[in-house]
């Protein structure tokens, strides 16, 4: 394929046939074998045309209702099958799909659509004809069928997708069982190398004219047609333009709409610009000056007053039998504007029990858990979710509030944006992202005294935003915004020894970064300039220096995640075409996933209560 281009019919039904022989082979052991990484790198063909299966490094040996797996567990995007990507079993179907993607590319020459995408209907498969429209419809079906989403409308046994393979050209109907395909060309200088170079040794052969059909006029309604069309594109161009150079000045709720969008965005290319004096980060890059201190009162009366009619009587304690989703534990607080202006709410980790919190009247948002699950603090104002580079919350504060929404207080009194706040695991902290002294620094408020401390200082044009506690107390990483691009950094709890994390340079942003349970993982988002839709990356944070961050490989938009109290699964907000956005659950691995809240309005900002102490 690499040498010559797609392949021939004949050729890729032969050499279907010959795979599905080797797959009736292992399907029909005892106990079965599966191979579960069927691919083109693992097809490989003979000098004397003879076609092998090889690379059985994932397969898997089928003992009754247990399976044992010989090799690790993982997926090629485009040539496995849904139930690959979860916890759903695999069985001889799911090597059925993957020789219908591996013969589709074969084909083709195009990857085919992943298949999670399209069994979460966020895209689709194109036909076969519509990439190669030389294919045979009968062959074009057969692949197709074999790479159906759902297990059930697939060919049941490689036997049946041989036979319809083979009956769907005359040629291939009475076909022996010994199929031999053309052995791979040399890789020899090709012929066409040779035909040039006869060009080249008799000039005086010209080539024949290219024939130029001539042009015709359009008529009046075509002209219009044209106008209008260059009239919407142009306009498209403005509306790009606007939201490249001046995203601030996109509401939130148009933003929200871009971002459920399911086609990719209208990005320019930029080029990277390698940062010349970021070469070798240290601890002088933010330099712990002295502390800032602003002094706050825990049980100040807030100044917004909610209202206490739609507040729960009674707090209720997490849940701690299993639930249908979600491990062992059992509520999550997110924002939504679902009553107009965004508010606090509590649901169940399988999504029933949605209760309101909060009633402020200029909204709140980005909720957070003590680490015993007593206590929540939050944002407010907060009038709309925005994008993390767009800054909406204008004279915001700090507020705590009760399970059951009683005892509001404020945490902080000094007016100057404070946002993301995160809990230290000991509980005793707070660390947030503030404007107060004229640009995003980061600060650590210790609860018990209301006293704020200043972790960050940073030159002009530098923004501190989103920290991240490690579990053990020890580190904080966090988002910085400098020279128009957004990188992972990290620094002590007292705000010394910064070192940068990510070096994905000006054409992708790094941000919300977050933390495994057990502490060797660092997560955070990726994506590209302005709108898009962004994915998870992850860093072992022994080895940052040494490794760069992998890309993993769930289901997009996925942005702010966070971890079940089990480690088992994971919240996030997520978008789509037709619920818009909304927060998502799923396990670690993106399987079983769901949408967790259905509200007419955005919901955002998930926050999983902790499991409560021994």
Known sequence: MERQGNITEDDAILLGAAICDALSYLHTRKPPILHRDLKPGNVKIAPDGHVFLVDFGLAKVLHGSQATTTGARAMTPGYSPPEQYGTARTDPRTDIYSLGATLYAALSGVIPEDSLARAMDNTQLTSLRKRNNKIARKLASAIEKAMNVDPAERFQTADDFKKALLGSKAKTQHSTNDYIVPPPPSSEPDSQKAIEAEAASNP?????????????????????????????????AGIAGLVYFAPQTIPPAAMNQLNALPIPYL????????????????????PLATPTIAQATVTHAP???????????????PVV????????????????DRSGIPQIYIINADGTDVRPLTDMSEGACQPAWSPDGSLLVFVSPCRARAEFYQSITARSSLYAVNPDGTELRSLTITPGSDFDPAWSPDGRRIAFASER??????YALTVASGTVVRLTTSTSGVDNMQPSWSPDGKWIVYTVKRFGAYQIWMMSDVGSDNVQLT???????????FWSIDGTTIFFNQRNLQPGRPW?????????????PVRLNLPTPIEDVEFSPDGLWIIFESASEKEGRGIYISSVTGGNRARLSAGKGVDFDPSWRPAPKP
């Open 503 to 513: 070096r994905s340079g000006q054409t992708l942003w790094d941000y919300q970064p």
């Open 267 to 286: 990005i320019p290319t930029v080029s990277p610009t390698p940062f010349p004096t970021l070469l070798a980060p240290s601890a002088t890059e933010f």
């Open 536 to 548: 998870l990356m992850s860093l072992s944070f022994a080895n940052y220096a040494a490794n760069a």
């Open 321 to 336: 039998s299993p639930t249908a989703l979600g491990g062992t534990f059992g509520q999550i607080a997110f924002a939504s």
């Open 303 to 317: 100044t917004v007053r909610p209202t206490n009619t739609i507040m729960p009587t009674a707090d209720t304690a």
């Open 204 to 236: 005086s052969e010209k080539e024949a004219p290219v024939f130029k059909p001539p042009r015709k006029r359009r008529s009046c309604l075509g002209r219009l047609l044209s106008t209008v069309f260059w009239l919407l594109l142009l306009s498209a």
């Open 437 to 442: 002294d004229g640009q995003k620094e980061i």
